[in-house]
């Protein structure tokens, strides 16, 4: 994995929501130019504490961008390539990196190629992915196929971006990804690559892959499970199973992205949204914040039709104009990713589960560069941690009320993070 990927904070963005484009590519490929509104958010990005942009699909689609029709080309609901690369000069100009996702397991029906290229079951029938049938899968044994992944990705590459999201990546076998990006890393030896991952082993499927990281489904699935439930041992599982994974790569860890209900809708209690996020950045990994969750936006995700416009908005054209502005919420992102960036060494730390009960938790993270504990209580009365603190001091809490006498004496529904001075 590249070294400035250690440090890789994203404000992940679904470019077609976000600018408003129609939801279905209008005929005739008329251009409209809505890549440069995501211009005027990069200082707020940069604000929050990010250090990159993750964007969504970009490239020329019939719909949301996940059915992509020539990869080559900007989607011309977003712009064309004056646009983009306005974009990336832009972010670069700001020490912004930009990754894309790259959608190279499936395309859509008008994509063109030769028949050959997409795949069949052996009575001959179009294989669709997971049953969408406007979604046709490559055939990922053909020479060729791997030749048009690597020849896309070096194009995008050499126009300025620093890495890719595969999407789907669990659905291609993880040889066909090691032979792309060993010729990609010939030509490009600081990109970094993650692959969506949701289920199965993660490190395995990594290792023979040769990804730098993997999308951390599990520990997204725990955090806000674990706290809805009052079941503090499911999170203590899942963070076991998660540092097995930290320990040979790092996987992007989240607690919201375009393909799932947003974490303010997803918690029963409002009151714990802030030990989601304290998780997030107080545990291993490549954190991304989705765009939105920062103002703790809330959107359900359904299993229809257009079931995911909820979680994927159109943003206003400048960040003074957003309505019902949530700054509270984008000033507790900014403390916390400031505790991340004042001890980088999180990305790869070991963090063990000193305290734990169905309704409090206390974890334990750090070596010789550094010590930072996280005290959760999601109970209904004030609870004092029989846990060490020597040489700490209180580096986060959910307020700015002042500092407690007694740092291990955690109010209901709250939390606090300490760390080496």
């Keep these: 994995m590249p070294l400035w990927a250690d440090h890789a904070i994203w404000w992940h963005v679904y470019p077609l929501g976000f600018t408003g484009a129609e939801a279905t590519a209008p005929a005739g490929r008329r251009v409209v130019h809505r890549l440069p509104r995501l211009e005027n958010w990069l200082d707020y990005a940069i604000e929050l504490g990010c250090s990159g942009l993750l964007l969504g699909p970009v490239f020329e689609s019939e719909t949301h961008g996940y059915d992509t029709v020539d990869h080559f080309q900007i989607d011309p609901r977003l712009g064309d390539y004056a646009d983009f690369d306005r974009l990336v000069a832009a972010a670069k100009a700001r020490g912004l990196r930009i990754v894309l996702d790259g959608v190279f397991n499936h395309v859509a029906r008008s994509f063109a190629a030769k028949p050959e290229w997409f795949r069949r079951h052996p009575d001959g029938a179009q294989v669709f992915f997971e049953g969408h ?7 990922h044994e053909l020479p060729e196929i791997r030749e048009y992944v690597v020849d896309v990705m070096c194009h995008w590459l050499e126009r300025g971006i620093d890495g890719w999201r595969l999407d789907a990546a669990y659905a291609v076998a993880p040889e066909f990804w090691a032979g792309v990006l060993a010729q990609v890393r010939e030509r490009y030896p600081e990109a970094w690559f993650v692959g969506e991952l949701i289920h199965g082993d993660y490190a395995g499927y990594a290792a023979t892959s040769t990804l730098d990281s993997v999308t951390q489904y599990e520990l997204w699935k725990a955090i806000w499970s674990s706290l809805n439930d009052g079941n503090f041992f499911e999170l203590a599982y899942a963070l076991e199973r998660h540092q097995a994974v930290v320990d040979p790569m790092v996987p992007q860890t989240f607690v919201g992205n375009h393909d799932v ?7 029963d209690d409002d009151r714990h949204l802030g030990h989601a996020l304290a998780i997030l950045f107080g545990v291993a990994g490549i954190p991304s914040v989705y765009y939105g969750d920062e103002q703790a936006m809330t959107g359900l995700k359904e299993d229809r039709v257009g079931g995911d416009d909820a979680v994927r908005p159109e943003f206003p054209e400048k960040p003074d104009q957003l309505a019902d502005a949530d700054w509270t919420t984008y000033r507790l ?9 004042r001890n980088a060494w999180l990305t790869r730390s070991r963090t063990k589960v000193v305290h734990l009960t169905n309704k409090a938790l206390a974890l334990r993270s750090g070596d010789a560069r550094g010590q930072l504990l996280l005290l959760l209580n999601v109970g ?7 846990v060490e603190v020597a040489g700490l001091v209180i580096a986060a809490q959910p307020d700015h009320s002042p500092l407690p006498e007694e740092p291990l004496l955690v109010a209901p529904h709250s939390w606090r993070i300490l760390t080496s001075p």
Excluded: C, S, W
């Design 261 to 267: 209900t947003r974490i303010a809708t997803k918690l």
């Design 380 to 386: 209904d009365e004030a609870y004092h941690f029989p």
């Design 133 to 139: 049938e406007h979604l046709l899968v490559l055939n």
């Design 333 to 341: 992102h900014q403390r916390l990713i400031g505790v991340r960036r």
